[in-house]
């Protein structure tokens, strides 16, 4: 199984700057896919960034030119950078894996962290 660990997040001004990273650890084989959802209260979970094994990255149009994603994949972590940060994009940032656990089998599982608070003032 994997387990996401948050780090990061936190209270700032709008335009300022803010990081989170997040760390895999476990028993599994290799992650497909890592990356950030948010949800703001009263709003279903939505997609921030997600980078794949390969290193292609994915990100949500609201975001695109102010967030960063970023992995080491030795330390099986995933850094996102934010900058330029909008009272609005405050939410609970989610760390999202999609792993296989063993290397006989393409099948994946998908695990989640417990969330950060992203809190952006005006």
């Known amino acids: 199984q994997v387990q996401l660990v948050e780090s990061g997040g936190g209270l700032v001004q709008a335009g300022k700057s803010l990081s989170v990273s997040c760390a895999a650890s476990g028993t599994f084989f290799s992650i497909n896919a890592m990356g950030w959802y948010r949800q703001a209260p009263g709003k279903q979970r939505e997609l921030v960034a997600l980078?794949?094994?390969?290193?292609?990255?994915n990100y949500a149009d609201f975001v695109k030119g102010r967030f960063t994603i970023s992995r080491d994949n030795a330390k099986n972590t995933v850094y996102l950078e934010m900058n330029s940060l909008k009272p609005e994009d405050t939410a609970v940032y989610y760390c999202y894996a999609n792993a296989r656990l063993r290397g006989w089998s393409m099948a994946s599982n998908e695990y989640w962290g417990q969330g950060t608070q992203v809190t952006v003032s005006s």
């Open positions: 980078m794949f094994s390969d290193s292609r990255t």
